[in-house]
T-cell receptor, first 113, second 112 residues
Framework: GEDVEQSLFLSVREGDSSVINCTYT??????LYWYKQEPGAGLQLLTY?????DMKQDQRLTVLLNKKDKHLSLRIADTQTGDSAIYFC?????????????FGKGTKLSVIP | NAGVTQTPKFRVLKTGQSMTLLCAQD?????MYWYRQDPGMGLRLIHY???????AKGEVPDGYNVSRLKKQNFLLGLESAAPSQTSVYFC???????????FGPGTRLLVL
């Protein structure tokens, strides 16, 4: 079945760039997503990328997709303390007419002031 | 426009008790989902619905039932709660012509 893997923890200094990595198994995924979860809150969509794209940039966020290696990354430029959260990678498997998502276990980003 | 709301926000149950979690959305989305989130496990899909009157099983459906009698509501039921069902439950919705799911704030359930 589909599987999404990501490292569990990342620690960076304020002002540095953060890079969160994700690998997935379904080569025919249509969309790949990054969600952010702050403590005690639900998941908030940060950005997503269509599978025929290599890169998407949105302000401080850059998403890179290597479809050959099934590798997705999220780069946060000039990381701030407010970026401390858990970041989830998710894929939308092909043929899933119900638009189900498969989530990774989440990467906890800690920003050191 | 409240988006996706969940009721209750927090609940404590004793083993064997029953309860219903309510998810309500005002975005007229067709699809609705129930997930549970456990430490180190990410989000796992319990049940979902592709429209009013329809439901389907997800990855971890055992011990739960759902109903979608109205398009805007998706109910998750626990008939006989077990400590293994202690978790945070999230509801999500999706419109057919959109690409992403919108999440509610979560319901924290503790089963003693």
């Amino acid at each position: 079945g589909e599987d999404v893997e990501q490292s569990l923890f990342l620690s960076v200094r304020e002002g540095d760039s953060s890079v969160i990595n994700c690998t997935y198994t379904d080569s025919s995924s249509t969309y790949l997503y990054w969600y952010k979860q702050e403590p005690g809150a639900g998941l908030q969509l940060l950005t997503y990328i269509f599978s025929n794209m290599d890169m998407k940039q949105d302000q401080r966020l850059t998403v890179l997709l290597n479809k050959k290696d099934k590798h997705l990354s999220l780069r946060i430029a000039d990381t701030q303390t407010g970026d401390s959260a858990i970041y989830f990678c998710a894929e939308s498997p092909s043929g899933a007419g119900s638009y189900q998502l498969t989530f990774g276990k989440g990467t906890k980003l800690s920003v050191i002031p | 426009n409240a988006g996706v709301t969940q009721t209750p926000k927090f609940r404590v149950l004793k083993t064997g008790q029953s309860m219903t979690l309510l998810c309500a959305q005002d975005m007229n989305h067709e699809y609705m989902y129930w997930y549970r989130q456990d430490p180190g496990m990410g989000l796992r899909l319990i049940h979902y619905s592709v429209g009013e009157g329809t439901t389907a099983k997800g990855e971890v459906p055992d011990g739960y039932n759902v109903s979608r009698l109205k398009k805007q509501n998706f109910l998750l039921g626990l008939e006989s709660a077990a400590p293994s069902q202690t978790s945070v439950y999230f509801c999500a919705t999706l419109a057919v012509n959109q690409e992403t799911q919108y999440f509610g704030p979560g319901t924290r359930l503790l089963v003693l």
